[in-house]
């Protein structure tokens, strides 16, 4: 291939702290009203000092931690000078020389995508404009409720080749942030930010593209699809000799299109200096000891207590353990169906089937671990067969109704009674009796073709094992 698509990711991700990260007022900037929750340390007022939040310092490195990065010990925060309304301090306190962390990485597709740093810094407040476009906007607004939130900010080599592999590298980091309970990942609500920069290697004269930063993009689907984009623009700009810029670009989900912001600064623009109002941070062994016994059961660790305990294959055992949510969700459905097998095979066919359809995420599915054990309970004895549990699985994923409720409503009841069975499948055999004559000639495969048209005739409420005893009677005995 002529060209290679060089992508790195800066990655801001929310601590889960209930305080900000220089000062107490409460993190809570979703939902609260504007500019509530501030105090003249977050606004920026003149004379005051921060004080370093100690929980989004060990939050830090529990991140440190499970990306596989290394902690130092010696590390310091750092002013970015500039100017912008959603910044009242006019700089950023964040770490630009000594960062928390350095290194770490995460597997993607089997390829190793590395990190270069996470450092701490303060998130800026959030501005508002008229219409949400600030280029047609008479007049913009500014929440402070989120100036000073406690970020973690986690910068990747540019190992990344392809904008699908960002998406996954996204996808599995926000996994692990949440499984170790450093952040929630919500990206709707701004908890997990990405800024990707993308530049294109021309293989076979080794030049290089000016590489373009994407702003700010707020969804995994767009992360692959804005980087998709502006690969395609930069290799058609190239091959046209037209002349690109290094800027930042927007991603405007609409016209599924990127758009030119400003061009974009130079390090040396934001005239970074030590911040003389924080200490430097000295950490010892006995501090990261202490996170690291912190961390909870990660995904691989989960994976291999699934097949041990639950004796369900390997890779049954990853994709249930691949998202915290889901294993979680898993192991309430198994502690009440009783039936580890039952649970895992229903959850990786029906269920994520169903959600994958509809683009549904765990957390919002109406079917309730309660259903799983009913109807489990509802096979056990017989009330239903496995096809009819199928068959209203998609009735129970959308309405959230039991499945109960929908058996007796639809009157799904299994056929045990004998004497009933028997009768349709006598009238089953008199209705095919070519069949009937094969299969006494030894073409002993149409027993499946009879149980097809048994549970045809009874819209799958026949019971299969009696099905097969009573056929195999009459077939053999006439």
Not at 5 to 32: D, P, R, V, W
Not at 146 to 167: C, N, S
Not at 358 to 379: G, Q, R, Y
Request: negative net charge; contains cysteine; aromatic residues 8%.
């Amino acid at each position: 291939m002529m060209y290679k698509t060089i992508i790195g990711l800066e990655i801001h991700a929310q601590l889960l702290t209930k305080s900000k990260a220089f000062c107490s007022c409460s993190t809570e900037h979703f939902e609260a009203e504007p500019n509530i929750n501030i105090c003249p340390v977050c606004t920026g007022q003149p004379g005051t000092l921060p004080v370093l939040n100690e929980e989004a310092l060990k939050l830090a490195i529990k991140t440190g931690l499970i990306l596989n990065g290394q902690i130092n010990k010696f590390s310091r925060f750092d002013r970015k000078n500039y100017f912008y309304p959603d910044l009242p301090k006019g700089y950023q306190i964040t770490q630009y020389f000594h960062p928390i962390v350095s290194g770490g990485y995460i597997d993607v597709e089997g390829k190793k995508i590395r990190i270069r740093r996470m450092h701490l810094e303060e998130d800026t407040a959030k501005m508002l404009h008229e219409g949400d476009q600030i280029s047609s906007a008479q007049e913009s607004l500014i929440d402070f409720n989120r100036a000073g939130i406690p970020l973690l900010e986690i910068v990747t080599e540019p190992d990344i080749e392809t904008p699908k592999q960002a998406r996954i590298f996204m996808e599995k980091l926000r996994n692990l942030l949440r499984y170790a309970d450093v952040s929630t990942g919500d990206m709707e609500k701004g908890a997990l930010r990405c800024d990707a920069n993308i530049s294109i290697l021309n293989q076979e004269n080794k030049e290089i593209s000016k590489r373009v930063e994407i702003k700010n993009i707020n969804s995994f689907k767009f992360v692959e699809k804005a980087l998709e984009y502006e690969r395609d623009r930069i290799i058609n700009n190239l091959e046209k000799g037209g002349e690109l810029i290094q800027e930042t670009r927007g991603w405007d989900a609409n016209k599924k299109e990127t758009f030119s912001m400003r061009t974009k600064e130079e390090e040396m623009d934001y005239r970074y200096f030590p911040e003389p109002d924080l200490p430097i941070l000295i950490l010892n062994d006995e501090l990261i000891e202490t996170v690291r016994k912190l961390i909870p059961e990660m995904p691989e660790e989960k994976a291999k207590r699934f097949v041990s305990q639950y004796n369900i294959p390997e890779y049954d055992a990853q994709i249930l353990s691949s998202d915290k949510e889901l294993a979680d969700y898993y192991e309430r459905c198994v502690e009440l169906a009783k039936d580890a097998k039952f649970v895992s095979n229903f959850i990786l066919t029906e269920l994520l089937r169903e959600m994958k359809e509809n683009e549904d995420s765990i957390e919002t599915v109406k079917i309730k671990p309660e259903h799983f054990a009913e109807l489990k309970m509802l096979l056990d004895t017989n009330t239903i067969s496995t096809k009819i549990a199928k068959d209203i699985f998609p009735e129970m994923y959308r309405t959230g109704d039991s499945p109960k409720q929908i058996v007796e409503k639809k009157g799904l009841k299994q056929i045990e009674n004998e004497d009933e069975l028997r009768k349709i499948i006598e009238n089953v055999l008199k209705e095919n009796t070519d069949s009937v004559e094969k299969y006494k000639n030894g073409k002993k495969k149409l027993l499946g073709f009879f149980v097809g048209q048994v549970m045809k005739e009874t819209k799958g409420k026949a019971n299969p094992q009696k099905t097969n005893e009573i056929l195999k009677e009459l077939l053999e005995d006439n």
